[in-house]
């Protein structure tokens, strides 16, 4: 993404940021109470904590995004029930947003792997910038 002019947002380099953060009392879990207040924001206080705790350090990245490039079809064991739900909040919230979305399958070949990337590349080239 940086290679075609843009700033990648991405929710490892958030969680990075958390457990380098000498206060947080609980790196294992990586969300603090501020995140779950945050969460708010974006789900109803009825939804789970786990997936209030995700939007709120996914909430604010959806709300900087200019375009995205959603991953369809990850392995089963590639998040928790949390972690998919969660997901299918922010596919809401950038389709509602109505920026510039790429869809792609997740690949399982590296023919594919190929394709995906190519994908991403035409999308992000004509982007502007």
Known sequence: ME????????LGREIGERV????LDNPPLNLTEEDLVRGLRYVSIEAPSGVRGRMGVLGPLVDQAEAAVV?????????CSGCFRAG????Y???????????????????????????????????KG
């Open 93 to 127: 919230l950038l389709r509602r947003k109505g920026i510039p979305i790429l869809e792609v399958e997740y690949p399982s070949t590296r023919e594919e792997a190929r394709g995906m990337v190519r994908r991403i590349a035409e999308f992000l080239g004509g982007l």
């Open 88 to 91: 299918l909040q922010v596919l």
């Open 71 to 79: 991953v369809r079809n990850t392995a089963y064991a590639f998040g």
């Open 20 to 23: 380098r953060d000498p206060g």
């Open 3 to 10: 290679r075609f002019g843009h700033t990648p947002l991405s």
